[in-house]
């Protein structure tokens, strides 16, 4: 197999071509990404519940909005934390993947990672992509794939992320965040 450029802890964003429904104006958070697949976090689907009626310990060091997001299509029965924490080291039950932005161990007590806390996310399920998968939907111009930024994760308007991470693109790629939702009513 040819290696793989890592593209961990860049940002997948669906382009208006993608057809899949479960990934319509997504923008997905690399976690990890190597010749063995790739695992992302879809970061602009929150869902209803809230992060205390499922991870009551959680709750108030989640950010807001204070809900879980549905972090792809697969295992939605399985939570993953995603934290942002300033500094060069990080507390006992948080594992950095790339910069400020790691993963936390949900089964570590929140007290001792609550002080350390820039921000926190909790997603159920996550998306995810066999060998060579990632790589055949982007020759396909599935995804742009574009630098990510601590905020992303902890974004407050989660709505707008799509046209905010497209907008800020150095390139004719902002244009894109105008791309309408329905372009047939134009």
Same mark, same amino acid.
């Given at each position: 197999?040819?290696? !793989?450029?890592?593209? *961990?802890?860049?940002?997948? $964003?669906?382009?208006? %071509?993608? %057809?899949?429904?479960?990934?319509?104006?997504? &923008? &997905?958070?690399?976690?990890?990404?190597?010749?063995?697949?790739?695992?992302? $976090? $879809?970061?602009?689907?929150?869902? +209803?519940?809230?992060?205390?009626?499922? =991870?009551?310990?959680?709750?108030?060091?989640?950010?807001?909005?204070?809900?879980?997001?549905?972090?792809?299509?697969?295992?939605?029965?399985? %939570? =993953?934390?995603?934290?942002?924490?300033? #500094?060069?080291?990080?507390?006992?039950?948080?594992?950095?993947?790339?910069?400020?932005?790691?993963? &936390?161990?949900?089964?570590? +007590?929140?007290?001792? =990672?609550?002080?350390?806390?820039?921000?926190?996310?909790?997603?159920?399920?996550?998306? #995810?992509?066999?060998?060579?998968?990632?790589? *055949?939907?982007? #020759?396909?111009?599935?995804?742009? !794939?574009?630098?990510?930024?601590?905020?992303?994760?902890? @974004? +407050?308007?989660?709505?707008?992320?799509?046209?905010? !991470? =497209?907008?800020?693109?150095? @390139?004719?790629?902002?244009? !894109? %965040?105008?791309?309408?939702?329905?372009?047939?009513?134009?």
């Amino acid at each position: 197999m040819t290696e !793989v450029s890592s593209l *961990t802890g860049r940002l997948l $964003v669906a382009t208006p %071509a993608l %057809a899949d429904p479960n990934f319509d104006r997504a &923008v &997905v958070l690399l976690l990890d990404h190597d010749d063995e697949g790739s695992l992302g $976090v $879809v970061l602009n689907r929150p869902t +209803p519940v809230t992060v205390g009626d499922i =991870l009551a310990p959680w709750a108030d060091l989640a950010g807001d909005p204070g809900v879980v997001f549905q972090g792809g299509p697969v295992s939605l029965d399985a %939570a =993953l934390g995603v934290a942002v924490i300033p #500094g060069d080291e990080g507390p006992l039950g948080w594992r950095r993947v790339f910069g400020a932005i790691g993963l &936390v161990d949900l089964e570590t +007590p929140p007290e001792l =990672l609550g002080p350390a806390l820039g921000s926190l996310r909790i997603f159920a399920g996550y998306a #995810g992509w066999g060998p060579g998968q990632l790589e *055949t939907e982007l #020759g396909e111009g599935a995804w742009y !794939v574009v630098e990510s930024e601590p905020g992303d994760v902890s @974004s +407050p308007h989660p709505e707008t992320l799509w046209r905010e !991470v =497209l907008r800020r693109q150095r @390139s004719d790629l902002a244009m !894109v %965040a105008t791309y309408p939702d329905d372009p047939s009513l134009n």
